[in-house]
């Protein structure tokens, strides 16, 4: 198995020597405007797929396809010869999806900012349901009356009663208990 620096520079050397030889070599009337893209190579460098991409329709591209495995064998031979290495790796040409894959996505976000700029739209005329403020204010609560309970304690105070109130929690048997103690 090959290191990776050994990988990158012979991925560099393919993606050199064909798309050098479209230009030069291949003559194939089929073949249209094409780009590589990108060259992949196993880690035992025994199998290269070569990206690519052409412009113009479905027919252009199917007439590219058929011209690089017409001239795959002749492509191959060069590559061998460019490379120097003991066995020449088997070309596999793969029509990159990349083009198509950034039109979706560029479509998906145009759709997505305009789904945005209509949210935004909508919500500056929008308003609140239900009262402006949600929350109780105890203060403010009809069921809590300050005033019962002033009144309460007026009333103990006018019967004297107010200092023998005792404590939930007390009885008079306790406080008897607690004097005796001192």
Known sequence: MADESRVRKVQDRIHQTVAG???RRIKDPRLGFVTITDVRVTGDLQHASIFYTV?????DRKGTARAFESAKGIIRSEVGKALGIRLTPT???ILDALPETAASLEDALVAARM???QIAELAEGASYAGDEDPYRHPE????WDDDEWDDEDDALEEDGLEDDVIDAGETEADEDDAGEDD
């Open 21 to 23: 030889m479209l230009g």
């Open 55 to 59: 412009f113009g329709d479905e027919e």
């Open 91 to 93: 070309l596999e040409f």
């Open 115 to 117: 789904k945005d700029a």
């Open 140 to 143: 403010e609560d009809e069921d």
